[in-house]
């Protein structure tokens, strides 16, 4: 069994975070078969986090599951360096996603 598609795999993930009461939206779609997807994790307090893919040579066992990494050393970055970073992912990629969770506690659900 292949992997999920990159636009099924959003609806769910936005459908979960909704769930918990989590905010989370579709900032830009990207190709629907198998753009990269990244999540921006805004903290409200002008702090955030950027998720990823894991390289698969990070990966332990070759499942179809997503696996996601933080994009940056630190826990938080500020968000005028995560919205820059964005930019320049999309100038590299221009068929990712961008979906942007909003939690105070930090709350991403890629666990």
Do not use: N
Not at 14 to 21: K, N, P
């Amino acid at each position: 069994m292949g992997r999920l598609r990159s636009d099924f795999w959003v609806s769910a993930y936005l459908r979960r975070c909704g769930g918990q009461a989590i905010p989370a939206m579709l900032r830009r779609r990207g190709s629907a078969e198998a753009g990269a997807i990244l999540i921006k994790l805004d903290c409200l307090d002008g702090t955030a986090a950027l998720f990823g893919p894991t390289p698969q040579t990070e990966v332990e066992d070759r499942d179809t599951a997503r696996s996601f990494t933080r994009m940056h050393k630190d826990e938080r970055i500020s968000t005028v360096d995560a919205e820059a970073r964005l930019a320049r992912e999309i100038s590299y990629d221009p068929d990712l996603w961008i979906v942007e969770v909003e939690d105070r506690a930090g709350r991403t659900l890629l666990d």
